[in-house]
């Protein structure tokens, strides 16, 4: 565990007080039974009618697609992601069982890849989350059934060594944490109306 726990206004569990997303990952291989121990706890998310409309491509530092995987990342992730232990890609899945659109699927997606981030923290290994990468480029290579997309990525990996970054992201991840004041918001009944 690192020592960047969040500086908190209000108690928090100490697990997400203690969850951030650091660049400097290992590329340590994660034993089979944590990785499904992580996608275990996104199976067990909650979603809008039970539709639960995610998907997860997972890819393990050495296999052999993995230098295609990262082909699917911007350069600004590259230095860094490039030494994960695994890259993940979460999916989402537009369409309800229906076929009629689903309003709720993103959200849905999003708790499950943060239901994965802190089960990953509990098993000490760290996730950092990517907007950062070309989701049609992803679709041209892994064979999405139709009505599911490429949302986000993820890296994750046992937590290296900041000086192992290039400076101007070793000095980022060493950076105070911060985060907007709930003032800023979280309101009462209206927007703008104080708590």
């Known amino acids: 565990m690192s020592n960047r726990k969040a500086p908190v206004d209000h108690p928090i569990l100490p697990l997400m007080q203690e969850r ?7 590329n340590t291989a994660i034993p089979a039974n944590k990785l499904l121990t992580l996608l275990e706890a996104a ?25 295609q995987t990262l082909t699917y990342l911007k350069p600004g992730n590259l230095p ?15 369409n309800r069982p229906d076929g009629t659109r689903n309003p709720h699927a993103e959200y849905d997606v999003g708790q499950a890849v943060a239901f994965l981030t802190l089960q990953a923290q509990q098993e000490g290994l760290y996730v950092h989350q990517m907007a950062g990468f070309l989701p049609e480029k992803v679709h041209e290579h892994v064979g ?13 990996g046992g ?5 192992s970054l290039p400076e101007e992201m070793a ?7 911060v ?13 703008g109306k104080a708590l």
Do not use: H, Y
């Not at 997303?21 to 290992?26: G, H």
């Not at 199976?43 to 697609?65: H, K, L, V």
């Not at 937590?159 to 000086?163: E, Q, Y």
């Not at 000095?171 to 944490?177: D, L």
């Open 159 to 163: 937590l290296g060594d900041a000086a």
């Open 171 to 177: 000095q980022r991840e060493t950076a105070p944490r």
């Open 144 to 156: 999405l059934p139709e009505g599911w997309r490429a949302l986000t990525m993820f890296a994750i």
């Open 179 to 191: 985060r907007k004041p709930l003032a800023e918001f979280c309101f009462r009944a209206a927007w």
């Open 80 to 94: 860094w992601a490039r030494n994960a232990a695994l890259l993940g890609i979460a999916l989402v899945n537009e």
């Open 20 to 26: 951030w997303s650091p660049r400097a990952l290992t």
């Open 43 to 67: 199976r067990w998310t909650p979603s809008a009618s039970n539709i639960q409309p995610w998907g997860f491509i997972i890819d393990e530092a050495g296999s052999a697609s993995f230098e």
